[in-house]
């Protein structure tokens, strides 16, 4: 069964510090993967990543996948308290009409 | 202009109730989802939609329907609602090209679900 692990599962901070969050997958027919933030409504998207070693950047926000080691992390400089949220990772497979199977998340709290 | 909106927003009912729950998207997309978010902000994939024929119908009771009338609604419809029913409801949509590389998902706000 497709696995998407998310790590760790909550994270405190201060505003300024940089954190890396890790997204380890196991799928068959590996596709894409992608992040989501998710605050108190919908996950919003980031990042859809198919090929390894091609970082995508979206301002303080970064992320690259590892297709050989079969993970993805998603870094965020400079924090600040509006990046508190959960952060989404999720895989998609070839022949899955584009399912997505979601990790746990982590909880990303930023402390002023 | 809300891209994917589900409607109601919240929604308080009593065990064994039968409720639906609606979801539009005016994005032009060809595939719907809708999924559930339990108290652990786990996201799990219930069914997608895609040219009004249902192709993903993951583990989910049969008391829990989806309708779509038409590419732009997918409706959620429960019957016998239970306790462990209560969660968060989202809708996604997403075009959808089989031999392309897919497009992201765009969700709804959802609707939050609890059985007293």
């Known amino acids: 069964e497709d696995k998407v692990v998310q790590s760790p599962l909550s994270l405190v901070v201060h505003e300024g510090d940089t954190v890396t969050l890790n997204c380890s997958y196991e799928v068959t027919n590996f596709r894409s993967l992608l992040w989501y933030k998710q605050e108190k409504k919908a996950p919003t998207f980031l990042f859809m990543l198919?090929?390894?070693?091609i970082e995508k950047k979206s301002g303080r926000l970064s992320s690259i996948l590892d297709k050989k080691e079969l993970f993805s992390i998603l870094n965020i400089t400079a924090t600040q308290t509006g990046d508190s949220a959960v952060y989404l990772c999720?895989?998609?497979?070839?022949?899955?009409?584009?399912?997505?199977?979601f990790g746990a998340g982590t909880r990303l709290t930023v402390k002023p | 202009d809300t891209a994917v909106s589900q409607t109601p927003k919240y929604l308080v009912t009593q065990m064994g109730n039968d409720k639906s729950i609606k979801c539009e998207q005016n994005l032009g997309h060809d595939t719907m989802y809708w999924y559930k978010q339990d108290s652990k902000k786990f996201l799990k994939i219930m069914f997608s939609?895609?040219?009004?024929?249902?192709?993903i119908n993951e583990t989910v009771p049969n008391r829990f329907s989806p309708k779509s009338p038409d590419k732009a609604h997918l409706n959620l419809h429960i019957n016998s609602l239970e306790l462990g029913d209560s969660a968060v409801y989202f809708c996604a949509s997403s075009s959808h090209a089989p031999s392309a590389t897919h497009q992201p998902q765009h969700f709804g706000d959802g609707t939050r679900l609890s059985i007293l």
């Open positions: 999720a895989v998609v497979a070839d022949g899955n009409n584009n399912d997505m199977r």
């Open positions: 198919t090929s390894s070693g």
């Open positions: 939609y895609n040219n009004k024929e249902l192709i």
